[in-house]
Structure formats: C-alpha cells, structure tokens
C-alpha cells in the first residue's frame, strides 16, 4: 500500500483515481487520491447523518453532489468510497454490520453499493460487530483500525495482539489479532463528559480555563485509578465537594472531571486486558484521534504505567485507500481517465 | 419521642408548638406541629433555594412569610426549624458542616438563628461532612437519618451499625453506628439518569413504557452486578446496542438504563461494605425516599440477595421533630401560647 500524503504538488494535473468519504453522524470529510494514493484534494461538510434532511436516498445524493459534483465532472466513472454512519440503517444505504474477528477481507466482501442520480456507484464499507450477551458495534472506526495496522511494526507489536484506541465521543478499544478486529468495546466518555457539564450540578460550579489544566486533570486521573472497585458512580461527586472544601478551583473542575472519566475507561480496559492475561502496564498501543484528545489520553496512559502510546496520523484516508485497493476500486498502476 | 402522624383531627383546634422546614434545591415543605408532635397541617412551594429570586435574605423571608406566615400569625412566638439547602452557602443562613461522625447531639449544637423580618427566630440544622481526600457531604438528608433511627431496631440492627439508603437524584447511603452518621457517599445516580436519557443517544431510541418494565429494569440490574469490575462506561452504550439488534424493544430502554446505574451504585456500595467487612447480601437496612423509587432500590437489592430493606415513612417530619425536641425548642408537655 502507497500511504496517502497530504496534497501532491501537482494538484490539478495528476489524475483523480479514487473519491473516498468518512461520512459520519455530524459531518462529512470527502478525499480525492491519485492513482498513487497521494491526495489531490480533501474537503469536509456539515452534512452528516444526523444532518442530512428526512427525504433518504434523494438528500445523501444531493449532498454527495455537494461535496463530490466537481470532482464526478471531471473524472466520470471515478469510483467511490464511503464508510461510517452513512452505511447504517439511517444512512444512504444500509451495510449490515460483518461479525467480529473481521479484517479487510471481511470489510471487503461485505461492501455494498449504490447507484446515485447521476450513475456513480458508490460502494459502502459495513461495520463490524462484536455479538455477545452485550453486542457492541462500530461504523467508521472499522476503517482507520485498517487504516493504522501499517503501524503495529512501529511499536514492537507482534501477532499476538495488538490494542488500538479511539478517543472521541464515542471512545472505542479494539484488540487486533493478525489483522483482525478481534474484539472491542465502546466507552461513552466524551458524551458522558459534555452531559455532566452541560446538564447536571457538576457544571454549575465550573469555569472555563485559560489553559487546559494538566495538573487537575492527572489528579482525575489517580482518583479514579485508586478507585476502581468503587467506580464511576462514587467519585464524580467529589468534582463538587473538591470544590465546595475550597481544594478544587472552578477553573479546574473540568480538567479534572475529564480525568475521573478517562481514568474509569483505563480501568475498565485493564479489565479487559486482564482477562485476556495482558497487562496495559508497559503494553505498547495505538491512538487514532483528534490530537489534542489522543495527548490527553497519552497522559492519562502514562499514569497507568503505559508510556508507549503511539498517535497515528491520516488513519481515516489510510485506511479508505487500503480497502479500495483490497476491493479492486483503484490499482496504483494504473490511473483512471480523467476529463480535464 | 412521640411519632408525628399525619394530620391530628383537630387540625384547627390544638395549640401549634413547632413548625418545621424542609428547605432544599427544589422545593419547600412546611410542617405544623402540635406539642405532641402530631402534625396539624402541611404545605408545599416551588420555593426551592434555586428558585427563591437573588435577593439574599429578603427574597428568602418573602419565602418563608408566604409559607408560614398565617402559621405565625396564629400563633406568635411558635419556634421554627428549618434543615436542607437553606442552610447552604446560597441558602438563608449558611449553617457550616459539622463533621461525621455526627448525631444529633452534634447537629443541635451546630444549629445557626436567623431572625426573620417579622422577628421570627429561624434555626437552621447544619449540614455533614466527611472529610478525607474525597470529601462528601449532605443537607437535609441528616434531618431524616435522625428521623429514622427508632426504626433501627424493627429491622434487627444492632449497636455495630446500620445502612441507610436514600435514593433520589443524589442518592446517599450512609452507615450509622450508636446513632452517629459514621460515613456516607453520593452518587449521582438519578442525575446521571436524566442527563443520559435526555442528552446523550441513548434517549434517541427510547420510548415512554405504558407501565414500569420491571423485568427490563432487573435485566439492566444484572448486567451491571455482572460487570463490577468493568463498570458504568463500559455497560451503558449496551442500552443502544441491544436496541439495535433487536434485543431490547424502544420501550424497554429506560427501565433498563435505570436498572443498569442502580445496579453499578450497588456494586459500589457492596465495595464500601466489604472495606468494613460487611457484605450487602441479607444486610437489614433503611430505605427513605420517593415510594416508587425506594420500591425500584428494594427490586434491585433482592437481586443482589438482600431481601430485607425496609422502607421507612415520614423520614423528614419526624427527624424534624425529633432535632427540635433535643434542641429544647419544644418539650411535649408544655404547649406554646396559641393567639386563636
């Protein structure tokens, strides 16, 4: 696989082969590669799932038009890649969900595609699901997990397992086994987070720092660490009575609820781990993620005793170019034609 | 002590001896004693400290007057107690923590006065608070321990302590040994309910149950006491993943849910138990609270083989007394001067 580099030089010369979208539930990012996997272009919308107007399959078209009309003019027949919410039951046309272990060749035999208004075949790459008495699912990570394997030699992981983390909203943890998204888990941390703040007591008292608080935030880290048998429920509180006793500062309060949260995730995933007779101390992992978030993650690693956490930069447009080659979309020898 | 029992028959004819406030976040209930202890009447307001307009204490009395002021008018010079959040830093009066352990006797010599426009003379019972590195503190829920220890002995609880739940939207449980508050935490079990199901996506798929799905509820219950050890983050997004693979109907959602953080708020408090060497399985122990909720607490405490919580009525009214009595601020065989 060629990875994909931020714009090639030769922008408007070189020939489109590919048009990939990351269409998820609040927006959607759309790439265009040369035949080398270098990017031309990228551009993002607003128009994700959730804000894609009642109408179906008519409103993606138009907003696939909105984001890609250009590009589809001057490279007719270009094919099209999308994943994420966009192949789920709201989405433009649904992937059923391929069940874990599942790796590329599983993604790709369960694309699905769809004919938009102007011919375009779109294909669409299914999630996956980790079934279960608690089933858990994923739409889009599935994709940069792909997009990010390249990497596992980077920090000395072997066949026998590799941990990749996502922070985000929806934070998910996978354990990758030969390629293979074996199982996973998804934590409700940064959704939980913004809830407490917004809509609870919690918040009343906070103010916004001036900077991120990195000192109130490691505290929130060791609490929860140093209470992981009495949990989530029996801590957050104390983000208000810190602050009533005078030993928590309002401008502190948010770091340090952060901490509590991604402290309780680490102590569920030493959990996991440790059933599998894995440690997360010393565990060399990946992070895929916006990267302010994967540094506050990092942190909090580092107070669990797990200093290798390794960001992986473009997991996303990585990890569309790796399935379309696996899929047959685009072959680096040979570009598609292109009308300009 | 003598039990006030709702409403004496001679509401209008006996000689008022107290009255008595529960005064917090939300709400105002007022309470009119005979000097038996029996309550003659009782009135509920809006005028919850979070509501009373800033103002400070001229916006409170205002409050006070239209609750009680017809009381005070029959009967001049009628002591008054108030407990709850009016005794906050943003209440009327703030009437400082006093520190656990702390019983009654303790709570008596850290009542606060406030004289009120008319000349009224207001005690306010303080808060708890546990000190140590998380501290926790209560108001209000102070006054209905103390009004629900003569219950101790109906339940078999000896001198070696006694477990006392308060459900609510900051459930409390406390242990109580010799009649002293010896510890107690808060989760923010019913807060955390409401910001999940009104803003994060698990509300999305929920719908309204026509009745409590008590078996729902049970179910969330057991997942939750099956997963101690990874705990609420890891557990909650299964509300959303069994709905989306048809296991669990839109109806059932929020019973689930429900059942899911009380279910966690046990496994704590089982944690905190065993940290003493008590075991929540067949612990005798209080319940005070909403009947709905403390019923919803006693389901999930039989799954985790405590079948033997009592609930306990008139918590509020009784502790009320009960701290006004050792405060000498009514003596059950004299009656204050009624003007009627």
Redesign the interface.
């Known amino acids: 696989m060629t990875n994909p580099t931020r714009i090639a030089p030769d922008t408007f010369t070189a020939a489109p082969a590919l048009i990939a979208l990351d269409w998820g539930t609040t927006s959607l990012r759309a790439y265009l590669y040369d035949a080398h996997g270098a990017l031309l272009a990228t551009r993002s919308r607003a128009a994700g799932v959730m804000h894609v107007p009642a109408g179906g399959a008519r409103a993606f078209d138009a907003a696939f038009e909105d984001a890609c009309g250009d590009w589809l003019d001057r490279a007719p027949g270009v094919p099209v890649l999308a994943a994420g919410m966009v192949g789920s039951a709201q989405g433009w046309r649904e992937a059923p969900y391929v069940e874990a272990p599942a790796g590329v060749d599983a993604l790709v035999a369960g694309i699905v595609t769809i004919e938009s208004a102007r011919g375009a075949t779109v294909s669409i790459v299914p999630g996956v699901?980790a079934a279960g008495?608690?089933?858990?699912?994923m739409r889009g990570e599935e994709t940069q997990i792909v997009g990010a394997l390249d990497e596992a030699s980077s920090i000395g992981a072997d066949h026998s397992g590799l941990l990749i983390g996502l922070p985000g909203t929806?934070a998910k943890w996978a354990w990758v086994k030969r390629g293979l998204v074996e199982r996973f888990?998804?934590?409700?941390?940064g959704?939980?987070f913004?809830?407490?703040r917004?809509?609870?007591?919690?918040g009343r008292t906070m103010r916004p720092p001036e900077a991120p608080d990195r000192a109130a935030f490691l505290r929130g880290v060791s609490?929860a660490r140093g209470a992981?048998?009495?949990?989530?429920?029996?801590?957050?509180?104390?983000t208000r009575?810190?602050g009533?006793?005078g030993?928590l500062a309002p401008q502190a309060q948010g770091d340090y609820l952060s901490g509590l949260?991604i402290g309780?995730?680490l102590?569920?995933l030493d959990?996991?781990l440790a059933e599998r007779g894995v440690s997360l101390a010393n565990q060399p992992l990946l992070l895929i993620g916006d990267d302010v978030l994967c540094a506050r993650y990092a942190a909090a690693l580092h107070a669990f005793g797990c200093p290798h956490a390794r960001v992986v930069a473009d997991a996303t447009e990585r990890g569309l170019w790796r399935i379309a080659s696996r899929a047959g979309l685009v072959r680096a020898d040979s570009a598609p034609v292109c009308a300009d």
């Open positions: 699901i008495e608690l089933p858990d699912v929806h888990q998804t934590f409700m941390t959704e939980l913004g809830a407490l917004d809509h609870t007591i919690l609490v992981q048998r009495a949990g989530l429920l029996a801590t957050i509180f104390s009575t810190l009533l006793t030993r949260l309780h995730e102590n569920a959990t996991m």
